[in-house]
């Protein structure tokens, strides 16, 4: 299993670029007063037919060819169960795919969230033709990095060029930590 939720969210966002997807939405919910995480990964990619999607919670499956195991949804679903948490995942062939996973809080088995800034920062510089849409809701105060908004107004510059790399990392941290006062989850 993985030391942390914002790893299984770059792992289960990879699987959104692998579908060809162009646009992929991270939502991620600290919710105290429901004693509730909920990750949502949601993209317009290719999508799984119902067999793939039957077997998509199984390690033994992967669609993947460089490998004949696949354990970034089985492990997501258990980090999340795991908690006391649910795990759900739909899929429509040439329409998309969406994750859910809630994770009770105070679980004593709940992973840390991680460093999610650096999380979505990766997915964005090195997935720099795609669009991402990110929201991080703690507690009713949220923030959203909108990709498709900074294409406006930088034209063909990419997001991995150095200076608009370190732009998005400083206003994931600065975001955050306005919405969530630093607190660790």
């Known amino acids: 299993m993985m030391p942390e939720i914002s790893l299984n969210v770059l792992d289960v966002a990879q699987n959104s670029v692998r579908a060809n997807a162009s646009l992929i939405e991270i939502l991620l919910t600290v919710d105290h007063a429901r004693d ?17 999607l039957d077997t998509v919670e199984d390690p033994f499956f992967t669609t993947r060819t460089t490998r004949k195991i696949g354990l970034g949804i089985p492990f997501f679903k258990m980090a999340a169960e795991s908690t006391g948490g649910s795990f759900n995942i739909e899929s429509t062939v040439n329409v998309g795919t969406t994750t859910t ?19 979505i920062h990766s997915l964005i510089t090195l997935n720099p033709t795609l669009d991402f849409v990110y929201t991080y809701d703690f507690d009713g105060l949220a923030f959203t990095l909108d990709t498709r908004q900074f294409r406006e107004i930088l034209g063909d510059i990419g997001f991995d060029e150095p200076e608009i790399s370190q732009y998005i990392m400083n206003y994931l941290k600065e975001n955050s930590f306005e919405v969530d006062k630093g607190i660790q989850i």
């Open 36 to 52: 509730l995480i909920t990750i949502v990964i949601k993209d317009n990619g290719c999508g799984m037919t119902k067999e793939q």
């Open 101 to 119: 996973a809630t994770f009770v809080i105070s679980h004593i088995d709940r992973m840390p969230i991680g460093d999610m800034n650096c999380t």
